[in-house]
């Protein structure tokens, strides 16, 4: 035990130190308070890929994926990393398509920098050797420009508790920026403080581009021969992941302080590693806002001192908007912050608002810092690919897409502004008025961005009321009930009485909790109650007393009045000579205003002041309730958002007649629950209501009270209901109306009696996709889940909607069964699956696309190879030497049927072998289970199965062996459909004289001629007996006339039966050829 727990930290070091390049590794033994400065001493190189953003934009217009483009850049930067680090280069930093690399000198002899200069020139030429001219699949060739210089240059580390960041700086980064502005793809240029050290320049061939620029155009092949013997370059090998020690980088993993790295890993990467799950399954697609913050610094300040008070006021925007810091670098663009929102973990049905509300923040706080002379902001939103870049042994977490690229030129090009691209406009749903069109510039790389917008800060207003109700509350009745009581035990109770204090209201997001409230707050008006309300928002999460200020306000009907002295004069003309008002000084801070308090206050201790201060809060609540009041709700939406110093004073509002109703959502995972939030919650007078949606028969009817309409059509509840399965998410489904409405898909019609929808003309609702904005809320959703059922969620997404226990267990093979089956049980509870008929099932299909969409075409390719393995062992006994014999043979597999594996459970297996070996890309095995496939059908009658199942192996081009069993196996269906259609004719004619016949007895039994009639007539029996019987009875001498028969079956009985099969035979290989070519 002891051994798989070190070999797990052992893995966990190793990957840590992956994400760090090697002097930072070694600064963080020392690194004690921010910030700090890193002095070095070094040549520096900086490799910028060029046509990497033709490259993208390619990929984007082909549809190519995200996956494949990263794939593809990884193999282009491995190969670089590696000749790097066997040159003994430290990759400091990466951002996006540029790299900066160290090679660091210890003293200041002009040796030791000859011999830095001549490794750094030498792996430049290997670089270029190697990767010029790369090859892609979109036909764009990537090639390196890479600039060197030498000289000093500093590490800076910021941060707070949680997250470091660091940024190389100086005058070196200065000089190397520079260089690289008269680089050309393929090109080495050396500014001039690493020429001037350059050893041997005889053995250089250059070309001086200006007094400070020399471009390097080859070099002996013995140059510089001294200096690169005393470091040799290691041999090339396969690259690996680290171990026990790093194979290409010098560095002792058991010395490394792993908790020291931690800050300076993304949260994403650290939450995989503390799972145990694999980092592979951290890269996915998925829809994100970027935004790209640049930032003009004035000189004249401590750059160290600057940068920490820079990233204090971004980070805690950051962090108030849930979002995440992805990195600060200085060489690129000047001093640039990556900031994400949407990765996984940081989901939110709001995140495109978040962002931008975020941006202003961050531009209003930043503008007023004296050390900074501007501030640029470019926000994108769109699919990009998010997960590991870089090479096995140093690599970082990062995005990478169009929309990426896109959110950098905004940056650069609209200066001094929040800009912003069309699909950031249209996901925030904001007024239009928060944003103006700017004017359209040719950005680099973009061939059409689209219509760019200016985000307007100043337009931001706050609305904390709680909205009215257009419509009667759907469903939810027995909940509703249970809160009206307590609404009405509070309106009731005499002075002492005990009764509930607090209703909380839970649920995912998008569950109807606003809704649910507000039809609290309608039941207490009926009863007579003051209805108080707040709806804190993220922005009010992190400002101190926030939610408290509001109820104050709203209690002493202060709302709207803006000026103190307006405040002051109001409480004075409201409550003078009344005993409250010689307390009210006592919210003085929280009010913002100066009322004069008594003697007695003004001599009380801060802790004195504080505790008057919690009994004051009740008074208020009891002294201001009119006449005619019979208590107050206090109804509080989104109570996920209330601050934690307003948590410690919600109870002192509850009173005799007063309880409070909270709306609350998920709490965040990377913050703790409050410690009054927590007491409240768990307090056992407190009611608790979950809603878990909606009952589907409520479908109609929702949709009806969103579109506002009287009737809705049949197709659209249906394809509602057959993609959101289960118990409906009121937003959800809201998310797909709008979209369609969006993009006119939906129609509402006005001209009749009452407005009615109807879908738009040529629209077919069936093959419409999932819209992005309900593709969101499923992964926000998916994300709130932990790490394991997460992981569950998307594994079963793989199989289908429907699946065993024993399967996850099989695929999550890197856990314990008992935590996989946790994960299940969890999932149940959530609603996520059900049982139905011994197997487990997803309660959304849509949801259950939306995860198999996050994985990337490897890890399907992967998932869909074991599912099929399992399905081969479990049905088909497939042992090792099964799999090796088809390797050797590459043909058909043996099957070895398992004894109690019937042949009709079989037809059920093979095409799902056949989907999944197809999915997974083995060939050899999708042609093999196709032929098994059209065996069993033949040898169960089912035909038209069968030569659907030959049609698709032909088309799969098979061995010559496999098209002659093929041709075979067609003969032998065609036959049978022969066989088949003779019978039926055969049938049919019998059926038809036999009625013939009937008839004619009825009507001789009608005449008298016959005596009597069985009453089994009609009966299925020995029909030519019967016949027989009857033609004596009615001494019949001619045949009953030939019945009518279809035209078709007319034919058919005349024809020969060797013609019908030639005929058949010849559709047969027509349709194969039709449908080959």
Same mark, same amino acid.
């Given at each position: 035990?002891?051994?798989?727990?070190?070999?797990?930290?052992?893995?966990?070091?190793?990957?840590?130190?992956?994400?760090?390049?090697?002097?930072?590794?070694?600064?963080?033994?020392?690194?004690?308070?921010?910030?700090?400065?890193?002095?070095?001493?070094?040549?520096?190189?900086?490799?910028?890929?060029?046509?990497?953003?033709?490259?993208?934009?390619?990929?984007?217009?082909?549809?190519?994926?995200?996956?494949?483009?990263?794939?593809?850049?990884?193999?282009?930067?491995?190969?670089?990393?590696?000749?790097?680090?066997?040159?003994?280069?430290?990759?400091?930093?990466?951002?996006?398509?540029?790299?900066?690399?160290?090679?660091?000198?210890?003293?200041?002899?002009?040796?030791?920098?000859?011999?830095?200069?001549?490794?750094?020139?030498?792996?430049?030429?290997?670089?270029?050797?190697?990767? #010029?001219?790369?090859?892609?699949?979109?036909?764009?060739?990537?090639?390196?420009?890479?600039?060197?210089?030498?000289?000093?240059?500093?590490?800076?580390?910021?941060?707070?508790?949680?997250?470091?960041?660091?940024?190389?700086?100086?005058?070196?980064?200065?000089?190397?920026?520079?260089?690289?502005?008269?680089?050309?793809?393929?090109?080495?240029?050396?500014?001039?403080?690493?020429?001037?050290?350059?050893?041997?320049?005889?053995?250089?061939?250059?070309?001086?581009?200006?007094?400070?620029?020399?471009?390097?155009?080859?070099?002996?092949?013995?140059?510089?021969?001294?200096?690169?013997?005393?470091?040799?370059?290691?041999?090339?090998?396969?690259?690996?992941?680290? +171990?026990?020690?790093?194979?290409?980088?010098?560095?002792?993993?058991?010395?490394?302080?792993?908790?020291?790295?931690?800050?300076?890993?993304?949260?994403?990467?650290?939450?995989?590693?503390?799972?145990?799950?694999?980092?592979?399954?951290?890269?996915?697609?998925?829809?994100?806002?970027?935004?790209?913050?640049?930032?003009?610094?004035?000189?004249?300040?401590?750059?160290?001192?600057?940068?920490?008070?820079?990233?204090?006021?971004?980070?805690?925007?950051?962090?108030?908007?849930?979002?995440?810091?992805?990195?600060?670098?200085?060489?690129?663009?000047?001093?640039?912050?990556?900031?994400?929102?949407?990765?996984?973990?940081?989901?939110?049905?709001?995140?495109?608002?978040?962002?931008? #509300?975020?941006?202003?923040?961050?531009?209003?706080?930043?503008?007023?810092?004296?050390?900074?002379?501007?501030?640029?902001?470019?926000?994108?939103?769109?699919?990009?690919?998010?997960?590991?870049?870089?090479?096995?042994?140093? #690599?970082?977490?990062?995005?990478?897409?169009?929309?990426?690229?896109?959110?950098?030129?905004?940056?650069?090009?609209?200066?001094?502004?929040?800009?912003?691209?069309?699909?950031?406009?249209?996901?925030?749903?904001?007024?239009?008025?928060?944003?103006?069109?700017?004017?359209?510039?040719?950005?680099?790389?973009?061939?059409?961005?689209?219509?760019?917008?200016?985000?307007? +800060?100043?337009?931001?207003?706050?609305?904390?009321?709680?909205?009215?109700?257009?419509?009667?509350?759907?469903?939810?009745?027995?909940?509703?009930?249970?809160?009206?009581?307590?609404?009405?035990?509070?309106?009731?109770?005499?002075?002492?009485?005990?009764?509930?204090?607090?209703?909380?209201?839970?649920?995912?997001?998008?569950?109807?909790?606003?809704?649910?409230?507000?039809?609290?707050?309608?039941?207490?008006?009926?009863?007579?109650?003051?209805?108080?309300?707040?709806?804190?928002?993220?922005?009010?999460?992190?400002?101190?007393?926030?939610?408290?200020?509001?109820?104050?306000?709203?209690?002493?009907?202060?709302?709207?009045?803006?000026?103190?002295?307006?405040?002051?004069?109001?409480?004075?003309?409201?409550?003078?000579?009344?005993?409250?008002?010689?307390?009210?000084?006592?919210?003085?801070?929280?009010?913002?205003?100066?009322?004069?308090?008594?003697?007695?206050?003004?001599?009380?201790?801060?802790?004195?002041?504080?505790?008057?201060? #919690?009994?004051?809060?009740?008074?208020?609540?009891?002294?201001?309730?009119?006449?005619?009041?019979?208590?107050?709700?206090?109804?509080?939406?989104?109570?996920?958002?209330?601050?934690?110093?307003?948590?410690?004073?919600?109870?002192?509002?509850?009173?005799?007649?007063?309880?409070?109703?909270?709306?609350?959502?998920?709490?965040?995972?990377?913050?703790?629950?409050?410690?009054?939030?927590?007491?409240?919650?768990?307090?056992?007078?407190?009611?608790?209501?979950?809603?878990?949606?909606?009952?589907?028969?409520?479908?109609?009817?929702?949709?009806?009270?969103?579109?506002?309409?009287?009737?809705?059509?049949?197709?659209?509840?249906?394809?509602?209901?057959?993609?959101?399965?289960?118990?409906?998410?009121?937003?959800?489904?809201?998310?797909?109306?709008?979209?369609?409405?969006?993009?006119?898909?939906?129609?509402?019609?006005?001209?009749?009696?009452?407005?009615?929808?109807?879908?738009?003309?040529?629209?077919?609702?069936?093959?419409?996709?999932?819209?992005?904005?309900?593709?969101?809320?499923?992964?926000?959703?998916?994300?709130?889940?932990?790490?394991?059922?997460?992981?569950?969620?998307?594994?079963?997404?793989?199989?289908?909607?429907?699946?065993?226990?024993?399967?996850?267990?099989?695929?999550?093979?890197?856990?314990?069964?008992?935590?996989?089956?946790?994960?299940?049980?969890?999932?149940?509870?959530?609603?996520?699956?059900?049982?139905? !008929?011994?197997?487990?099932?997803?309660?959304?299909?849509?949801?259950?696309?939306?995860?198999?969409?996050?994985?990337?075409?490897?890890?399907?390719?992967?998932?869909?190879?074991?599912?099929?393995?399992?399905?081969?062992?479990?049905?088909?006994?497939?042992?090792?030497?099964?799999?090796?014999?088809?390797?050797?043979?590459?043909?058909?597999?043996?099957?070895?049927?398992?004894?109690?594996?019937?042949?009709?459970?079989?037809?059920?297996?093979?095409?799902?072998?056949?989907?999944?070996?197809?999915?997974?890309?083995?060939?050899?095995?999708?042609?093999?289970?196709?032929?098994?496939?059209?065996?069993?059908?033949?040898?169960?009658? !089912?035909?038209?199965?069968?030569?659907?199942?030959?049609?698709?192996?032909?088309?799969?081009?098979?061995?010559?062996?496999?098209?002659?069993?093929?041709?075979?196996?067609?003969?032998?269906?065609?036959?049978?459909?022969?066989?088949?259609?003779?019978?039926?004719?055969?049938?049919?004619?019998?059926?038809?004289?036999?009625?013939?016949?009937?008839?004619?007895?009825?009507?001789?039994?009608?005449?008298?001629?016959?005596?009597?009639?069985?009453?089994?007539?009609?009966?299925?029996?020995?029909?030519?007996?019967?016949?027989?019987?009857?033609?004596?009875?009615?001494?019949?001498?001619?045949?009953?006339?030939?019945?009518?028969?279809?035209?078709?079956?007319?034919?058919?009985?005349?024809?020969?039966?060797?013609?019908?099969?030639?005929?058949?035979?010849?559709?047969?290989?027509?349709?194969?050829?039709?449908?080959?070519?």
């Amino acid at each position: 035990m002891e051994e798989k727990e070190t070999a797990k930290q052992d893995k966990i070091s190793a990957e840590l130190v992956a994400h760090v390049p090697d002097v930072v590794i070694l600064a963080t033994q020392e690194l004690k308070d921010l910030p700090a400065v890193q002095r070095l001493e070094g040549v520096l190189m900086m490799l910028d890929i060029s046509g990497f953003t033709a490259m993208c934009e390619e990929f984007a217009k082909r549809n190519l994926g995200v996956d494949i483009l990263t794939k593809t850049l990884n193999d282009y930067l491995g190969h670089i990393q590696d000749t790097v680090l066997r040159a003994g280069g430290d990759v400091i930093e990466f951002a996006g398509d540029a790299l900066l690399v160290l090679w660091a000198i210890e003293g200041n002899d002009s040796e030791p920098r000859k011999g830095a200069i001549a490794k750094a020139v030498k792996c430049s030429r290997e670089i270029q050797k190697k990767c #010029h001219n790369w090859d892609t699949q979109v036909d764009v060739l990537l090639g390196v420009k890479i600039a060197l210089a030498v000289g000093s240059l500093a590490i800076t580390y910021v941060g707070g508790k949680v997250s470091h960041h660091f940024s190389t700086s100086g005058e070196t980064v200065n000089e190397v920026n520079q260089a690289e502005k008269y680089c050309e793809k393929g090109t080495i240029v050396l500014a001039y403080s690493a020429w001037r050290l350059c050893p041997e320049k005889k053995g250089v061939q250059a070309v001086r581009l200006d007094d400070k620029h020399v471009k390097i155009i080859a070099v002996k092949k013995t140059w510089a021969s001294e200096y690169l013997e005393q470091s040799k370059i290691v041999e090339p090998r396969k690259a690996k992941a680290l +171990t026990q020690q790093a194979a290409l980088r010098n560095i002792e993993l058991k010395t490394v302080d792993k908790n020291k790295l931690r800050p300076f890993i993304a949260a994403p990467v650290l939450h995989k590693l503390d799972g145990n799950q694999p980092l592979e399954y951290l890269s996915e697609h998925r829809d994100v806002t970027i935004l790209f913050i640049n930032l003009v610094l004035e000189s004249a300040h401590d750059h160290a001192a600057c940068l920490q008070k820079v990233q204090e006021v971004i980070g805690a925007a950051v962090l108030q908007f849930q979002g995440l810091t992805n990195k600060i670098f200085e060489f690129d663009k000047g001093t640039s912050f990556i900031v994400l929102f949407g990765m996984p973990g940081f989901k939110h049905e709001e995140e495109v608002v978040h962002a931008l #509300h975020c941006s202003g923040q961050i531009r209003r706080n930043i503008n007023s810092l004296p050390e900074v002379k501007a501030v640029s902001i470019g926000v994108t939103t769109g699919k990009v690919f998010c997960g590991v870049v870089g090479h096995p042994e140093r #690599h970082e977490y990062t995005v990478i897409g169009p929309k990426v690229n896109m959110a950098a030129r905004l940056m650069m090009y609209y200066p001094k502004v929040v800009s912003c691209d069309s699909e950031t406009r249209l996901r925030s749903k904001l007024d239009p008025c928060h944003f103006e069109e700017l004017p359209e510039i040719t950005l680099k790389g973009l061939d059409d961005p689209g219509q760019i917008y200016e985000y307007n +800060t100043s337009a931001v207003s706050r609305d904390n009321s709680i909205p009215d109700a257009k419509s009667p509350l759907l469903g939810y009745n027995k909940e509703f009930t249970a809160g009206i009581l307590a609404v009405q035990g509070a309106s009731t109770a005499e002075t002492g009485e005990k009764h509930s204090q607090f209703i909380v209201i839970q649920g995912e997001p998008g569950m109807g909790k606003t809704r649910f409230l507000r039809a609290i707050m309608d039941g207490a008006n009926k009863y007579h109650m003051r209805v108080v309300s707040a709806r804190p928002s993220v922005c009010d999460a992190s400002t101190p007393y926030h939610t408290v200020c509001i109820l104050l306000s709203e209690l002493l009907e202060l709302s709207g009045i803006e000026s103190a002295q307006s405040k002051e004069a109001e409480l004075n003309e409201r409550y003078q000579g009344t005993a409250l008002m010689h307390q009210l000084c006592l919210v003085n801070n929280l009010l913002g205003i100066q009322l004069t308090g008594s003697d007695a206050i003004e001599r009380m201790t801060p802790a004195q002041r504080n505790l008057q201060l #919690h009994k004051l809060i009740g008074k208020i609540v009891s002294d201001t309730e009119l006449d005619h009041h019979e208590g107050t709700l206090i109804a509080i939406d989104d109570a996920e958002y209330i601050d934690a110093d307003s948590w410690d004073y919600l109870k002192d509002f509850v009173g005799d007649s007063c309880i409070i109703s909270l709306s609350l959502g998920p709490f965040r995972k990377d913050e703790s629950t409050p410690k009054a939030a927590t007491e409240i919650l768990q307090d056992q007078s407190t009611i608790h209501m979950k809603l878990n949606g909606l009952d589907p028969q409520c479908m109609e009817p929702l949709l009806c009270q969103q579109m506002e309409v009287a009737t809705v059509p049949r197709e659209l509840t249906n394809m509602l209901s057959s993609n959101l399965k289960g118990r409906l998410n009121p937003s959800w489904v809201k998310q797909c109306i709008a979209n369609m409405l969006h993009h006119k898909q939906l129609e509402i019609d006005t001209h009749r009696v009452q407005p009615a929808c109807i879908i738009a003309h040529g629209i077919r609702l069936m093959e419409l996709k999932v819209p992005p904005s309900l593709r969101d809320c499923m992964i926000a959703f998916i994300d709130r889940l932990s790490e394991t059922e997460g992981m569950a969620v998307k594994m079963a997404s793989i199989i289908g909607t429907s699946f065993t226990d024993d399967v996850l267990v099989t695929l999550m093979s890197h856990m314990s069964s008992d935590k996989v089956h946790q994960s299940i049980g969890a999932l149940l509870s959530a609603s996520v699956f059900f049982y139905d !008929n011994g197997q487990l099932r997803f309660r959304s299909s849509t949801l259950q696309e939306t995860a198999y969409s996050l994985l990337l075409d490897k890890q399907r390719c992967k998932l869909h190879e074991q599912y099929a393995m399992y399905l081969e062992k479990k049905y088909l006994g497939v042992t090792s030497k099964t799999k090796s014999f088809f390797r050797k043979t590459c043909n058909r597999v043996p099957t070895v049927r398992m004894a109690d594996t019937s042949e009709r459970q079989l037809q059920l297996v093979y095409p799902q072998l056949v989907t999944h070996w197809r999915k997974a890309g083995n060939k050899a095995k999708t042609i093999n289970y196709l032929i098994h496939a059209a065996e069993s059908a033949i040898a169960l009658g !089912n035909t038209m199965q069968a030569i659907s199942f030959i049609f698709q192996a032909k088309k799969a081009s098979p061995s010559p062996a496999q098209t002659e069993h093929l041709n075979a196996l067609g003969a032998r269906a065609a036959s049978s459909l022969f066989v088949l259609r003779k019978k039926r004719v055969d049938m049919s004619v019998m059926k038809m004289r036999w009625r013939a016949a009937a008839v004619k007895a009825r009507e001789y039994y009608q005449a008298g001629k016959i005596t009597s009639m069985p009453s089994d007539f009609r009966m299925k029996s020995d029909e030519r007996t019967k016949m027989k019987e009857y033609r004596s009875q009615l001494s019949l001498d001619e045949e009953p006339k030939q019945p009518c028969l279809p035209l078709l079956d007319r034919i058919v009985s005349c024809i020969p039966s060797w013609i019908y099969f030639s005929i058949v035979y010849l559709l047969f290989l027509y349709c194969y050829f039709l449908y080959a070519y």
